[in-house]
């Protein structure tokens, strides 16, 4: 089966850094998005990498590793603002999106 | 670029009655439509995929008599939630797929909170 994994939740402190990891399990690949959804609002896009390496935008930043199956997305200078859920999605062959069930990240003063 | 609005945000209807959500492309075409359903801090579950002129292909498990979409034009899409009851009570989420690529990226509605009493 199609299978997404990303951590239920983390904590973070202002100002740091936080890396959110994600693995995925797929019937092919077509790309991977991460989007960030704030409590009660739909998700906003983030970043899409469908080729291995490291794409950087602002504080965040996604990488991939297709053979590991395997992506991260790096958040530096963490404001208060970036408390929310992060989900990681993968493009399979049919161009379907599966979705991970996203990461609550907490940042504390 | 890429915004796209839905209507209305928030919805509180009896039981019994029907609903009708509107997602709009603002400034781009959208081949592609796509309607979510997500619960309180559940993840987001596909209901339906529409594309435009065609019939919604649904996802297992979800009655398409009763979560009509209508994919009329490049820019709007509506979900009927027909009879609704309470356990339809949900946060729908519509997003949207311009190009050609089937890679596009999909932009999403803010949106739509619908309580059924």
């Known amino acids: 089966g199609q299978n997404i994994d990303q951590p239920t939740e983390m904590t973070a402190t202002e100002g740091a850094i936080v890396q959110i990891n994600c693995t995925y399990q797929?019937?092919?690949?077509?790309?991977l998005f991460w989007y960030q959804q704030h409590a009660g609002e739909a998700p906003t896009f983030l970043s899409y990498n469908v080729l291995d390496g490291l794409e950087e935008k602002g504080r965040f930043s996604s990488f991939l590793s297709r053979s590991k199956g395997y992506s991260y997305l790096l958040l530096k200078e963490l404001q208060m603002k970036d408390s929310a859920s992060y989900l990681c999605a993968v493009m399979d062959s049919n161009y379907q999106l599966i979705w991970g069930a996203g990461t609550k990240l907490i940042i504390k003063p | 670029g890429a915004v796209v609005s839905q209507h209305p945000s928030w919805v509180i209807c009896k039981s019994g009655t029907s609903v009708k959500i509107e997602c709009r492309s603002l400034d781009f075409q959208a081949t592609t439509m796509f309607w979510y359903r997500q619960f309180p801090k559940q993840s987001l579950m596909l209901m339906a995929t529409s594309n435009e002129g065609s019939k919604a292909t649904y996802e297992q498990g979800v009655e398409k008599d009763k979560f009509l979409i209508n994919h009329a034009s490049l820019t709007l899409s509506t979900l009927t939630v027909t009879s609704a009851h309470p356990e339809d009570s949900s946060f729908y989420i519509c997003s949207a797929r311009g190009g050609t690529s089937l890679a596009e990226t999909q932009y999403f509605g803010p949106g739509t909170r619908l309580l059924v009493l």
């Open positions: 797929t019937s092919g690949f077509n790309g």
